[in-house]
């Protein structure tokens, strides 16, 4: 099955620098890779997803890229504000009809310093 | 914001006692999901479902039971909670159709089993 590695598991920035997290999966049948935040107390909410068909996406100051070739995904945070502070997910999904449907990375907790 | 809900969202209760962990959605989506979320922020998925009557076992194993006989609703049950149980569980759930891997997910519950 899919096996999805993330990493830092944590990070801290100062208030405007950039963020970067990155993780890498091993199903190459997998073709949608979604963001997650998660802040304190709540469940994690959708950020920023991206399909196998594009290697890179952009929503304001957050943007994701892909590399198929590497099996690697990363998101890339600027201009970061106290409010990213957060915990991020990453996940990955093999192609449709999979029972599980999502994999995710085991978490990087997001410090934005002011 | 997506439409999906849990109560109680706090639960301290003793050894032996029974709960049901509630999640209904209001999107109309087919698989709804629980995910175990442990204090080192990794989600692991313990029960899902295609619809209506069907429910499978997740990655995790779990003593919890989970039961779908309405669309909008996917109740998880703990017969007999123990200290080991404790943890913070959030439901989730996704739309059979284009945009079919994409989870979304309740607060969750933080429950405590003394």
């Known amino acids: 099955g899919e096996n999805v590695e993330q990493h830092p598991s944590t990070l801290s920035v100062q208030e405007g620098d950039s963020a970067v997290i990155k993780c890498t999966y091993s199903?190459?049948?997998?073709?949608?890779f979604p963001w997650y935040k998660q802040e304190l107390g709540k469940g994690p909410q959708l950020i920023i997803d991206?399909?196998?068909?594009?290697g890179e996406k952009k929503d304001q100051r957050i943007a994701v890229t892909l590399n198929k070739t590497a099996k690697h995904f990363s998101l890339h945070i600027t201009e970061t504000q106290p409010e990213d502070s957060a915990v991020y997910f990453c996940?990955?999904?093999?192609?449709?009809?999979?029972?599980?449907?999502?994999?995710f990375g085991s978490g990087t907790q997001l410090t934005v310093l002011p | 914001e997506a439409d999906i809900y849990q109560t109680p969202r706090y639960l301290v209760i003793g050894t032996g006692k029974k709960i049901t962990l509630e999640c209904s959605q209001t999107?109309?989506?087919?698989?709804m999901y629980w995910y175990q979320q442990d204090p080192g922020m990794e989600l692991h998925l313990i029960h899902y479902?295609?619809?209506?009557?069907?429910?499978e076992k997740g990655d995790l194993s779990s003593e919890s039971t989970v039961s779908r006989i309405r669309t909008e609703h996917f109740p998880l049950t703990l017969e007999s909670a123990r200290p080991s149980h404790t943890s913070q569980y959030l439901c989730?759930?996704?739309?059979?159709?284009?945009?079919?891997?994409?989870?979304?997910f309740g607060p969750g519950t933080r429950l405590l089993v003394l």
């Open positions: 989730a759930s996704s739309n059979r159709g284009a945009q079919q891997e994409t989870q979304y």
């Open positions: 199903d190459s049948a997998s073709n949608y």
């Open positions: 991206i399909r196998s068909n594009v």
């Open positions: 996940a990955a999904s093999p192609s449709s009809g999979s029972a599980r449907q999502l994999t």
């Open positions: 999107m109309g989506h087919d698989k």
């Open positions: 479902s295609y619809g209506v009557n069907s429910t």
